[in-house]
C-alpha cells in the first residue's frame, strides 16, 4: 500500500480501512496511516488518525493498545484544543466511555486508577457541559464489575434519571446494559422487556443486536421460551461469527450449545475461532471464553466421551479431558488476577458458578447440520457373576417372554438382553468351576443355527440351560430385528422349534423366512415355498396338533407373499397378468386369515390373532379399486390395532391414510392423520420413522398455508433431527433442512433461514436429492442474504443456482435467476459484473418471448452504464422503447397489449428520470415523464401506484425547472387519489407524504 500524501487521501484511506474485517491486519494498516499522518505536519491529520487507531483497537482483540493513542490524545486536547476539529472535538469526549469501561478488563489497572479516570471523566464532562448519563453509565459498570451492588444500583437509578444528550451511548448499547443488570439480578423476564426493541430491530448499531441476541439465550431458555431462543443463537451467531471483538458474545453462543444438547455444534464453533483461546489483548472476554469451554468440555466428559480429540489451543493435540482441565485452571487465574485488583472473589465466584452449570434442555433441534456427532458410546453391559445369573437370565426371559406376548416393539431389544447374558454365563463359567466342556457338547448336539443366533448354553452347573425352544426365540426375534437379512436365522429358529416339539411354530418361522427374502426383492420361487408350510399347517391343525396362533400365522405370512409379488420388484420389468393375479391372490388370503380367526376364535381377546385381522383388512385396503374404496378398510384396521391395544402398528396404515387424503385434497384429514401416527408411535417408532412422518406432516401444513407454515417449520425441524439420528444427515436429512430453510424464508426469518440453508447445501447433490432442490435451496438463501444486505454472497449463490438452471429444458427460471444475479451485482457496487448479467438475463428473456422481462433487463444496464456514459445509456433506454413498441404494434387482444403499454409507459419513467438525474433539468426529460403520466392513467386502476409515482417524478422536474404551479398541480392530483383510495393500506398509502412534501416546495 502506498503512502498517503494529503489530508484527503488520509480520510479515504481511513475510511476505506474502517470497511476492513476486524482484525491484525486493520490494526496494522492503522498503524502505518499514522505514521503517515505525521509525515503531513498537520494536526488535525495526525488527531484523525489516532482517532481511527483507537477506534480499530476498540473494536478488535487488541483492546489493551488503545490505551496509548488516547492518553496522546487527551494530552494534544489539553495542550492545543484548537486543533481539534468539532467532529474530533466530539470524538474525543465519545472514547472517554470506552476507556472507562475498557480498563476494567485488564487485570493489571488499578482499582484506584479506574476511580481517579471515572473522576477524571466526570470533570472533564462537566466542564464542556455535557449530561452526567455517559458518567453515571460507566461508574455503573465498574461497580457492579467488582461486585458492590449497592453501588451499581445506585449508579443504575442515576445513570437513567440523568438527561440523554450528545454523549450517551444509543438507545441499542444502553438497553444491552440495562438488560444484562436485570438478569444478574434475576429477573430475566425483565430483561427480556428491556431488550425487545432491540430484538425487533427497532434499535441498531454496529454491535447490536449482535450483543442483545446473545445475552437473550440463557434467560429464554430459563423462562421455556425455546423457540425464541433456537431463532436468537441462529440469528445472533451469523453476526458475531465474523466480528473478530465479540469473543464474550460468542462464548455465549458457545455456551447455549452446550446447555441445549448441541455439544457438536458447540464443538464446531469452537474450531472457526482458535485464535480466541490465546488472543491477550482483551483478558476479561478471554476468561468468558475459557470458562464456557471449560463447561462443554465437561458435558463431554459426562456423556463418556472424555478421551475425544476436540479443538483447543494451537501447538498441541486436546482430548476433551485435558482441555476441560486447562480451560478451568487458565480461567481461574484469569478470574484471581481480577479478584486481586478489585479486593474481592466476586469475578471467581461467577466464573466457578457458569463453569458448573447444568444443561437447561435435553435435546433442542437447531435445523443447521454438524458435521460431526457427539452421542455417546453405549456402556458395556456390566459383568456379572456365574452364581447370580441364573436368577438374572430366569428374570430376563420372564420380560422378553412377556413382551412378546403383548407384541410390544421392545420384544426384540428384551431377547436381545437374554441373548447377552446367556453369552455372559457361559464366558463366566470356566472361572466358577472349570467345567465347560458339558456346554461346549449340549452346543455342539444343537442346531448350527444356535451360533448363528449368538447364543450360548451355560458353561457351568450352576448356569442356565437354555433350552431348545429358547433359543428359538431367541434366533427368531433376532430375525426379526433383521428384516430382509433375517432369513437364515428364520430357518434357525424353525429347525430349533422342530427340535423343541412345536412343529406349528416351527412352520410359521419358515413362512416368515420365506416373507424376509421377499423383502429384498427376490420373488422368484416365493410363493411356491411359502405354500409348502402353508398345507402342512393346515393339516397339522386339523389334525389338532397346532394352535389357532401359529396357523394364522402361516395364513399372515403367505398373504404378506401374495402381496409383495402383487406389488412386483423394483427394478424389474413389470408382469401386469402375474401382479393382477397375486393382487387377487392376496385379497382371498386376507379373507383367508378373517373368516379363520373368525370360525375359530371369535371372542378372541389374544393380541396376536386380533392383530392378523387388523392386518388383514389392511391387505384389503391395499388391493382397493381405488383411494376411496380403500379408506373404510385401512380405517378398520386401525380401530382393530386400536382396540387390541396396539396402537404403535397403527403407524403404517395412518400414514397410508393421511397419503390418501392428501392425494384427495382433504389437508385436515392428512394432517389428523399424521399426528394419529406420531402419537400412536411414540417412543415404538424408530429414528427414520420419526423422520418420514414429520416430513410428511411439515408438507401437508405447508400447503394449508397461513397459520400453519410455522408449524410446518417446526416439523421440518424435528424431521432433521430425527434423520440425524437415523444416520441419513446427509440424505433426508438435507432435504428435511432443504425444506426447513424454504419454510423459514416464507416467514421472513431471512437469518435463521440462511443459516439452515448454508449448512445443509454441502450435503445437497443432483445425483442425490436432484438438482432441482438445490436449485431451490440457493434461489432461497439468495433471497435471503439480499435481505440481510449481504449482496456478494447472494449473487454468488444466484449464480450458482443459474449455472444449475441453464442445463433446464425451460429457461425461464434460468433467466430469473440470472436477473436476480445482476440485481445482487449491481447492489453489491460491481458494475460490470451486473451489466454481463443483465445483459445474460436480457437474451433469456428475449428468446422466452418475455417483454416485460427483456425491458426491465435493458433499463437496468442504462441506469448501470449512466454513472460513466450517459450515451449509452439513452442507446439501451430507446433500445427499450423500441422493443415495447414493437410488441404493442403486433399486440391483438387487450391481455396482450395491457402489461405491454405498462412497460412502455415505465420505460419513459424511467428514461425521464434518468436524464433528469444524469443530464440535469430539461425539456426532453419533461416529455418523457408526460408521456409516461398518460401511459399510467390510460391502464387505470390497476397502475394507479405507478401513475401517482409518475406524477411525483414529473412534479419535481417541472418544480426544478421553476414551473412551481405544475408542480403544485401534480401534488395535488396524487393527493386527491390518495383521499379516494379507500384502503388505508392499499398501494397510495406510502405516496401521501411525498406528495405532501412536493406541494409545500412548490407553493413556498
Given at each position: ?8 487521501e488520509l ?7 474502517g470497511e476492513r474485517?476486524?482484525?491484525?491486519a486493520r490494526?496494522?494498516?492503522?498503524e502505518q ?5 505525521e ?9 484523525e ?16 493498545k ?8 487527551l ?13 474530533e472535538?466530539h470524538s ?5 466511555k470506552w ?6 478488563g ?5 482499582l484506584?486508577?479506574m ?16 449530561s452526567?448519563r ?5 461508574e455503573f459498570?465498574v ?11 445506585a ?6 434519571s440523568?438527561?440523554?444528550?450528545r454523549m ?8 444491552q446494559g440495562?438488560?444484562w443488570?436485570q ?14 426493541p432491540?430484538?425487533?430491530?427497532r434499535?441498531t448499531c ?8 446473545a ?6 431458555l430459563?423462562?421455556g ?20 471483538s465479540?469473543?464474550a458474545s ?5 455456551e ?11 464443538l ?15 483478558p476479561?472476554s478471554k476468561?468468558?471464553?475459557?470458562a ?17 480429540q ?9 482430548t476433551?479431558?485435558e ?8 480461567a ?10 478489585n479486593g ?6 461467577r466464573?466457578?458458578?457458569?463453569m ?18 457427539t452421542a455417546?458410546?453405549r456402556?458395556a453391559a ?6 447370580a445369573?441364573a ?13 412378546s ?6 420384544a426384540v431389544?428384551a ?14 463359567g470356566?472361572?466358577?468351576?472349570g467345567?465347560?466342556?458339558a ?6 448336539s444343537?442346531?448350527?443355527g ?10 457351568s ?15 427368531e426375534h ?10 437364515d436365522?428364520?430357518?434357525t429358529a424353525?429347525?430349533l422349534?422342530a ?5 406349528g411354530e ?9 416373507y424376509?427374502r421377499?423383502l429384498s426383492?427376490?420373488l ?12 402342512q399347517?393346515l ?7 397346532t ?9 399372515m405370512?403367505r398373504?404378506?407373499v401374495?402381496?409383495?409379488l402383487?406389488?412386483?420388484a423394483?427394478?424389474q420389468e ?6 393382477a ?7 382371498e388370503?386376507?379373507?383367508?386369515v378373517?373368516?379363520f380367526?373368525a ?15 387388523a392386518e388383514?383388512h ?6 382397493a379399486?381405488?383411494p376411496e374404496e380403500a379408506?373404510p ?35 385436515e ?5 399424521l399426528?394419529?401416527?406420531l402419537?400412536?408411535g411414540?417412543?415404538?417408532?424408530p ?10 406432516l411439515?408438507?401437508?401444513l405447508?400447503?394449508?398455508?397461513g ?14 433431527h430425527?434423520?440425524d439420528?437415523?444416520?441419513q444427515?446427509a440424505?433426508?436429512?438435507a432435504?428435511?433442512?432443504?425444506r426447513?430453510?424454504g419454510?423459514l ?11 439452515v440453508?448454508?449448512?445443509t447445501?454441502?450435503?445437497?447433490t ?8 438445490v436449485?431451490?435451496t440457493l ?6 442474504l ?17 449455472e444449475l ?6 429457461q ?18 460491481l458494475?460490470?459484473e451486473?451489466?454481463?448479467a ?5 437474451e433469456?428473456w ?21 454513472e460513466e456514459?450517459v ?5 439501451l433506454m430507446?433500445r427499450?422503447?423500441d422493443a415495447?413498441?414493437k410488441?404493442?404494434?403486433?399486440a ?5 397489449r ?7 409507459a415505465?420505460t419513459r ?13 430539461s425539456e ?5 415523464l408526460?408521456?409516461?403520466v398518460?401511459?399510467?392513467a390510460?391502464?387505470g386502476d390497476p397502475?394507479?401506484a405507478?401513475h401517482a409515482?409518475?406524477?411525483l417524478t414529473?412534479g ?5 425547472l ?12 396524487v393527493?386527491a387519489?390518495?383521499?379516494a383510495?379507500?384502503?388505508?393500506s392499499?398501494?397510495?398509502r406510502t405516496?401521501?407524504?411525498d406528495?405532501?412534501?412536493l406541494?409545500?416546495e412548490?407553493?413556498?
Amino acid at each position: 500500500m502506498t503512502s498517503v500524501t494529503s489530508l484527503d487521501e488520509l480520510r479515504r484511506a481511513i475510511a476505506e480501512n474502517g470497511e476492513r474485517p476486524e482484525g491484525p491486519a486493520r490494526n496494522a494498516r492503522a498503524e502505518q496511516l499514522l505514521a503517515d499522518a505525521e509525515s503531513l505536519g498537520l494536526p488535525l491529520a495526525v488527531i484523525e488518525a489516532l482517532g481511527h487507531q483507537l477506534t480499530v483497537y476498540n473494536y478488535s482483540s487488541e483492546k489493551d493498545k488503545a490505551f496509548v493513542p488516547f492518553a496522546r490524545l487527551l494530552r494534544m486536547w489539553d495542550e492545543r484544543p484548537e486543533d481539534f476539529d468539532a467532529y474530533e472535538t466530539h470524538s474525543l469526549f465519545w472514547r472517554f466511555k470506552w476507556m472507562s469501561t475498557g480498563m476494567l478488563g485488564q487485570p493489571h489497572i488499578p482499582l484506584d486508577a479506574m476511580e481517579n479516570w471515572l473522576e477524571e471523566m466526570e470533570r472533564r464532562y462537566r466542564l464542556a457541559g455535557h449530561s452526567e448519563r455517559a458518567v453515571r453509565s460507566c461508574e455503573f459498570h465498574v461497580a457492579s464489575h467488582v461486585g458492590d451492588l449497592e453501588r451499581a444500583e445506585a449508579a443504575y437509578a442515576a445513570w437513567l434519571s440523568a438527561d440523554r444528550d450528545r454523549m450517551a451511548d444509543c438507545y441499542a448499547c444502553e438497553l444491552q446494559g440495562q438488560g444484562w443488570w436485570q438478569v444478574l439480578r434475576g429477573r430475566d423476564e425483565e430483561a427480556l422487556e428491556v431488550w425487545a426493541p432491540v430484538l425487533e430491530g427497532r434499535f441498531t448499531c454496529a454491535h447490536e443486536p449482535h450483543n442483545v441476541l446473545a445475552s437473550s439465550l440463557l434467560p429464554l431458555l430459563r423462562l421455556g421460551r425455546l423457540g425464541e431462543a433456537k431463532a436468537n443463537h441462529l440469528r445472533g451467531f451469523r453476526l458475531v461469527r465474523a466480528t473478530e471483538s465479540m469473543r464474550a458474545s460468542y462464548a455465549e453462543h458457545v455456551e447455549f450449545c452446550a446447555l441445549t444438547g448441541n455439544e457438536a455444534r458447540a464443538l464446531e464453533l469452537l474450531a472457526q475461532r482458535p485464535a480466541y483461546f490465546t488472543d491477550d489483548g482483551h483478558p476479561s472476554s478471554k476468561g468468558d471464553y475459557l470458562a464456557v469451554t471449560a463447561l462443554l468440555m465437561d458435558r463431554l466428559v459426562a456423556l463418556g466421551m472424555g478421551d475425544r480429540q476436540v479443538p483447543g489451543p494451537a501447538g498441541r493435540d486436546w482430548t476433551a479431558a485435558e482441555l476441560a482441565a486447562h480451560a478451568r485452571e487458565e480461567a481461574l487465574a484469569l478470574a484471581d488476577a481480577f479478584d486481586r485488583r478489585n479486593g474481592t472473589t466476586y469475578v471467581s465466584d461467577r466464573l466457578r458458578e457458569r463453569m458448573a452449570r447444568e444443561p437447561l434442555v435435553d435435546r433442542l433441534p437447531l435445523g443447521v447440520r454438524v458435521a460431526v456427532g457427539t452421542a455417546a458410546p453405549r456402556p458395556a453391559a456390566p459383568a456379572v457373576a456365574a452364581s447370580a445369573e441364573a436368577q438374572d437370565l430366569a428374570a430376563l426371559l420372564a420380560e422378553a417372554r412377556r413382551r412378546s406376548e403383548a407384541l410390544l416393539p421392545s420384544a426384540v431389544e428384551a431377547w436381545e438382553a437374554v441373548e447377552r447374558a446367556a453369552a455372559g454365563s457361559a464366558e463366566a463359567g470356566p472361572a466358577e468351576g472349570g467345567a465347560a466342556e458339558a456346554g461346549s457338547a449340549e452346543a455342539g448336539s444343537a442346531e448350527a443355527g444356535s451360533a448363528e443366533a449368538g447364543s450360548a448354553e451355560a458353561g457351568s452347573a450352576e448356569a442356565v440351560e437354555l433350552s431348545a425352544r429358547d433359543r428359538a426365540e431367541i434366533a427368531e426375534h433376532r430375525a426379526l430385528g433383521l428384516g430382509p437379512d433375517g432369513v437364515d436365522l428364520f430357518a434357525t429358529a424353525a429347525a430349533l422349534y422342530a427340535e423343541a416339539g412345536d412343529l406349528g411354530e416351527a412352520l410359521a418361522s419358515r413362512a416368515r423366512g420365506v416373507y424376509a427374502r421377499t423383502l429384498s426383492g427376490k420373488l422368484d420361487g416365493a410363493l411356491e415355498d411359502v405354500t409348502e408350510p402353508y398345507r402342512q399347517c393346515l393339516a397339522l391343525f386339523a389334525a389338532g396338533d397346532t394352535g389357532v396362533r401359529q396357523t394364522a400365522s402361516v395364513l399372515m405370512a403367505r398373504a404378506r407373499v401374495l402381496l409383495r409379488l402383487a406389488q412386483g420388484a423394483d427394478g424389474q420389468e413389470p408382469d401386469p397378468a402375474a401382479e393382477a393375479e397375486a393382487a387377487e391372490g392376496t385379497r382371498e388370503a386376507a379373507r383367508e386369515v378373517l373368516a379363520f380367526v373368525a370360525e375359530h376364535a371369535p371372542d378372541t381377546e389374544d393380541p396376536h390373532l386380533l392383530s392378523r385381522t387388523a392386518e388383514a383388512h389392511a391387505m384389503l385396503g391395499d388391493m382397493a379399486a381405488g383411494p376411496e374404496e380403500a379408506v373404510p378398510e385401512l380405517s378398520l384396521a386401525v380401530r382393530q390395532f386400536l382396540d387390541a391395544g396396539l396402537p404403535w402398528y397403527t403407524v403404517e396404515y395412518e400414514s397410508r391414510l393421511a397419503a390418501i387424503a392428501h392425494h384427495l385434497d382433504d389437508l385436515e384429514a392428512a394432517r389428523r392423520h399424521l399426528r394419529a401416527a406420531l402419537e400412536h408411535g411414540g417412543e415404538a417408532l424408530p429414528p427414520l420413522g420419526h423422520a418420514h412422518l414429520h416430513l410428511q406432516l411439515s408438507e401437508v401444513l405447508a400447503e394449508s398455508g397461513g397459520d400453519a407454515v410455522a408449524e410446518a417449520g417446526d416439523h421440518a425441524l424435528e424431521a432433521a433431527h430425527w434423520a440425524d439420528e437415523a444416520g441419513q444427515s446427509a440424505t433426508l436429512g438435507a432435504y428435511a433442512r432443504h425444506r426447513l430453510g424454504g419454510l423459514l424464508h416464507r416467514q421472513g426469518r431471512w437469518a435463521e433461514a440462511a443459516e439452515v440453508m448454508e449448512s445443509t447445501l454441502p450435503d445437497l447433490t443432483p445425483e442425490t436429492h436432484g438438482d432441482g432442490t438445490v436449485v431451490q435451496t440457493l434461489w432461497w438463501l439468495g433471497d435471503c442474504l439480499a435481505s440481510l444486505g449481504d449482496h456478494r454472497d447472494a449473487a454468488e449463490r444466484r449464480l450458482r443456482a443459474a449455472e444449475l438452471a441453464a442445463r433446464w429444458p425451460d429457461q425461464r427460471d434460468h433467466a430469473t435467476l440470472a436477473h436476480l444475479a445482476a440485481e445482487s451485482l449491481s447492489r453489491a457496487e460491481l458494475p460490470a459484473e451486473a451489466d454481463a448479467a443483465y445483459a445474460r438475463a436480457g437474451e433469456l428473456w428475449r428468446e422466452l418471448g418475455d417483454l416485460p422481462g427483456q425491458v426491465r433487463a435493458l433499463r437496468a444496464r442504462a441506469w448501470l452504464a449512466a454513472e460513466e456514459d450517459v450515451a449509452t445509456a439513452r442507446a439501451l433506454m430507446d433500445r427499450a422503447l423500441d422493443a415495447c413498441r414493437k410488441a404493442l404494434a403486433v399486440a391483438e387482444e387487450d391481455g396482450e397489449r395491457l402489461p405491454v403499454a405498462a412497460e412502455l409507459a415505465g420505460t419513459r419513467h424511467q428514461f425521464g428520470g434518468l436524464l433528469a438525474d444524469h443530464e440535469g433539468p430539461s425539456e426532453e426529460a419533461h416529455g418523457h415523464l408526460v408521456e409516461a403520466v398518460s401511459g399510467f392513467a390510460a391502464l387505470g386502476d390497476p397502475a394507479r401506484a405507478a401513475h401517482a409515482d409518475a406524477l411525483l417524478t414529473l412534479g419535481r422536474l417541472e418544480a426544478a425547472l421553476g414551473r412551481p404551479a405544475d408542480a403544485a398541480a401534480r401534488a395535488r392530483e396524487v393527493l386527491a387519489a390518495c383521499d379516494a383510495d379507500s384502503d388505508p393500506s392499499g398501494p397510495l398509502r406510502t405516496r401521501r407524504s411525498d406528495a405532501e412534501a412536493l406541494l409545500r416546495e412548490a407553493t413556498g
